[in-house]
């Protein structure tokens, strides 16, 4: 796999800052238990394009084979996307799911992507799902106080904001590996921060700038 795919596990994941990551692999080692003492959630919050979502979707996998001590381990997941629009029906019906233990696995797993876009009332009775004991939910939102407050006091937050120039500079080298032109990381490091941290803009435009000044240099030379 390359750096710039899909990423395939958290190991692949680039975090804008250290407690980040730590508080994950915490989670994910079972270092820090969930769901525990009311706490039933992971709130991703952060910027456009940082690998939110893609996280979440990681998560339940990554956790189930430590719980499960294996690596095979492919848990249920049930993924709202809000930006589709959720019925209020659906986020009802996630309470009479988690009245039971799973079968085949230690916890239900519930990731809601862009959590923020769920009405006020919506937001009130996903609160009340949370309660239940057998869960974990993944909520993710680029706008962390359109979150209901009860949502975000049942989730532990990580803060998913851009990465620095610097570690995204590798993704920037390798997003033009193939481009036959040198490009100093000076330059490198200018361009990074106009693509906002988001690593899908950042796949276009950086090897967009490297085949323009190929084709300036043919012209020149």
């Known amino acids: 796999m390359t750096i710039l795919s899909t990423p395939t596990s958290i190991d692949h994941i680039i975090f804008g800052n250290e407690d980040s990551r730590d508080r994950i692999y915490d989670i994910v080692n079972g270092d820090e ?6 706490v039933t959630g992971i709130l991703l919050y952060g910027m456009y394009g940082t690998g939110k979502t893609t996280l979440a979707k990681l998560l339940p996998q990554a956790i189930e084979r430590v719980k499960a001590n294996d690596d095979d381990a492919d848990p249920h997941v049930k993924f709202f996307e809000c930006q589709n629009k959720v019925s209020a029906k659906e986020i009802l019906n996630i309470s009479s799911q988690t009245d039971f233990y799973p079968l085949g696995q230690s916890l239900h797993y519930f990731i809601v992507d862009e959590v923020n876009r769920l009405s006020e009332d919506q937001q009130m009775d996903l609160r009340a799902a949370m309660n239940k004991p057998h869960s974990l939910f993944i909520l993710t939102t680029n706008i962390p106080s359109a979150v209901e407050q009860g949502l975000r006091t049942r989730c532990i937050p990580i803060d998913m904001n851009a990465a620095s120039p610097m570690q995204l500079l590798p993704l920037a080298r390798q997003a033009i590996a193939d481009i036959d032109v040198e490009i100093p990381d000076a330059d490198l490091l200018k361009l990074i921060p106009k693509c906002n941290g988001a690593i ?18 043919l012209k020149a030379a």
């Open 200 to 217: 899908r803009i950042l796949a276009h435009e950086i090897p967009a700038y490297a085949r323009k000044k190929r084709r300036e240099l």
């Open 33 to 38: 238990v969930l769901p525990s003492t009311g």
